[in-house]
């Protein structure tokens, strides 16, 4: 491996155009393929403006690519849920009972272009746009590509070939057709889909309800949230099953029954949102998957960064985060000096598969505690409980979606591992009357229970560890 | 769904046959398709005979269809593993407490043999060999075989169509491939592959080491395993790494190596296994897969049945018997009277999945229990524990190996979760110290464990249900 090498990145998106830039920072000659066009100069938007939670993780290796600021200038922070009933009343959670951690909003759309501007500032970068990649040679290194525009295929050859296109990966397909080595391989769809849908700016280009929180309508089996945009509107995402339960995709097929739905379940958000029946009609109904495989890598010829190795329901606000984690761990692994790309490959999916893994098993169990949990007593005693804990003992309690949201220094695994065993532990305590709270938690009482949360913890790990688990 | 309907099972395994013999016996016309040789007629074992452990679910399949004395007639009675040492040392570890419970190794071809015989009895079965199914198109029930003896291709029609054609099923890429629905789908490949090979009769046919045991030579990293064959020949199996360890199938590449690799690790196994090393290098490697997937049908066309719908790894012994199990399961639903095949096919899918996910995981579990915790202290005390109590209180103790594999009327996915927490029970109780065994256990001693153990057991199911787990 070295820096004549010629790289080839499939995939301009997020994680793509990311580590085009800091690959490109590193000396390397980059070749960066999208199939779609420059969303630059091109509205690829279909008139809906999405938008992502950036956190810890995402400006961890944005900084590492000297972009963090630029991007902060373009977040809304969003410093909570702000849960609505059906009958208009909400309630606040926040994210952490620290003052300084806060998931931002964020537009796709305006952070692609940011990276794909640096990315370009590089002359050791060529981008190439409308270029649709059909399937990698995986033996010769060698993709094939259509262009969108001219109807023409061509075939680039690298020496190295990175797979960050995406959930649909065509590296990926690849690897699981041309059969070459034993591929570890799934794909999982929740039985959800969601569709997209806005709340516009009022008159004067403000946001009609409160743009420092991430709202919420939890519904049981459905929900609704919305993400502000910085020119007033949100972007809201409906979370419904394909066709099971009293409304779902398959039935609300009339426009007499969306708006009876909206009606009955929505009424606060229906009032804003003055499209819905044209965009619950006329925007496409999308899929919720998990992709996990493994190896990752072919050789010293090809792997796979991104969403392409490991794709997430967003229900955790990580999708975007982790890809951008990818570049970080696979700067670090760059930075230890190791002699052929096949090491660095297995060495980079060595260190981050776990973590990886964790993140998407995190993501559906948040799939279940936002439709299901958040009304349930126990669940909100133990939010409350860890608010206090961490407002108290800053630096002694973190609750999972802390390790999970704002430590970039521990890996998603441990976040988990640990996250999980201190939920059981605070749930127990709760349920089994050990663990008490009232309206003002003197700073003793809240350490007494901090201390029965750690012991308890530390039972459940080494239980099942001593179990094989 | 009527009797006049044109079934197509795809897959003369196991499975197969024994759906299409209960198929017809319950009066529908059947085309079974095989793409192999009939068995009966010609050897297609290259030299190897291939047994299985068949235990109460699968008995009771062929108990459904009548051929459970049969079968019963082909089968050597194994009463527990024989763990053999480096130094040759063996130890008896039994499968039960109680006396009537234990599995069974039988011939994979004389099984086979015995089922396409009782279905060919049927006027309503027409069985077809050499016909290798290459692809099927869902949305027309038809799919395209070639002869392999003829080259020709032909096409199948039929009303319904049953794939039982085993982990690389072409009805289940079919699914992946024709993207009609959303197919969650997953293959995982172990990084351990298996090898077999033959310890041969003595010169009087009689078997050389016991026959009543599964022998099992655990070495941590990797094993070999021995099950008795009629003919007074073992089948013996060697998991091993491909790439990992000191000892691997890569690296196992010369006659000396892997000489040396028998002598060092298994000396008593090598001193009976004549054709060691011809066997090493001609037998192929085999990859160890878990196949999972989801809907196993599509519309009232198609359905999965078998390890083309849940492949597992041997390590519970479980493979057969699920397979089998899954006939009686649709059998049951067709008894319910249900009136389309897309009724049938989806209420068995909901009854079954859970417990073809569960048997999967819990076969996984056993591939590391087997290599890591045989020789674990903790884990030897607790089977002891285990046999005392089933030997005691016969009615009231059952292992989870028990529950999973003598227990028929319980779904394995019940088995799983009382089985485990169980273990966990049991393994906490001996690490803490507070349960304590000695060579005369008597019934009021045995009788104290048995309760901690319960209330354990019920307190670790209670917490992960506070937990939502």
Redesign the interface.
């Known amino acids: 491996m070295n820096k004549t090498d010629k790289i080839l990145i499939i995939g301009a998106g997020l994680c793509g155009s990311l580590l085009a830039l800091r690959l490109a920072q590193r000396g390397y000659k980059i070749e960066l393929y999208e199939s779609r066009p420059d969303l630059r100069t091109t509205d690829i938007s279909a008139g809906r403006s999405i938008n992502l939670a950036l956190s810890d993780r995402g400006f961890k290796a944005l900084r590492l690519c000297g972009v963090e600021e630029q991007a902060r200038e373009i977040c809304i922070p969003m410093y909570g849920r702000l849960m609505h009933d059906r009958a208009g009343n909400t309630f606040a959670s926040n994210y952490s009972g620290r003052e300084d951690e806060y998931i931002n909003s964020i537009s796709r759309g305006d952070l692609n272009a940011l990276l794909l501007n640096e990315a370009e500032k590089h002359e050791n970068v060529n981008i190439h746009f409308n270029k649709k990649c059909k399937n990698v040679d995986i033996e010769n290194n060698t993709a094939h590509f259509k262009d969108y525009k001219t109807g023409q295929e061509l075939s680039v050859k690298a020496d190295v070939i990175f797979g960050t296109d995406g959930a649909g990966s065509s590296l990926r397909k690849s690897y699981y057709l041309e059969r070459k080595f034993?591929?570890?391989?799934?794909?999982?769809?929740l039985n959800h889909g969601y569709k997209e849908l806005e709340i516009p700016a009022d008159k004067n280009g403000k946001h009609q309800i409160s743009n420092q929180h991430l709202h919420i309508w939890p519904r049981g089996d459905f929900m609704l949230i919305a993400l502000p945009n910085l020119d007033g509107s949100f972007t809201v995402t409906l979370f419904l099953s394909?066709n099971e339960g009293e409304f779902n995709f398959e039935n609300l097929a009339s426009e007499e029954k969306i708006t009876q739905f909206f009606e009955q379940e929505f009424p606060d958000a229906l009032a804003i949102i003055p499209n819905i029946k044209d965009e619950f009609i006329n925007n496409p109904t999308g899929?919720l998957?998990t992709v996990?495989c493994s190896p990752w890598s072919y050789q010293n010829k090809t792997i796979l960064l991104g969403d392409s190795a490991h794709a997430i329901v967003p229900f955790y606000g990580q999708g975007m985060n982790a890809s951008f984690e990818d570049v970080t761990v696979f700067d670090e692994i760059l930075n230890k000096g190791l002699d052929s790309w096949e090491s660095v490959f297995k060495t980079y999916e060595k260190a981050r598969k776990q973590d990886t893994d964790a993140i998407a098993d995190l993501a559906i169990d948040n799939f279940?505690?936002m439709r299901?949990?958040v009304a349930n007593p126990?669940f909100k005693e133990k939010r409350k409980i860890e608010m206090d804990l961490e407002k108290t003992f800053p630096t002694e309690y973190f609750s999972k979606y802390s390790l999970v949201t704002f430590n970039a220094n521990i890996g998603y695994n441990e976040a988990m591992k640990k996250g999980?065993a201190q939920?059981?532990a605070l749930?127990?305590l709760i349920?089994g009357d050990e663990v008490h709270t009232h309206l003002n938690m003197t700073k003793d009482e809240l350490k007494v229970i901090l201390e029965k949360v750690k012991t308890e913890t530390n039972n459940i790990l080494e239980?099942?560890k001593?179990?094989?688990?």
Request: proline residues 0%; aromatic residues 14%; glycine residues 6%.
């Open positions: 034993l591929f570890s391989y799934s794909q999982n769809y394909y899929a998957g996990k279940h505690e299901d949990h126990i999980r939920d059981k749930l127990n349920a239980e099942d001593i179990a094989g688990m």
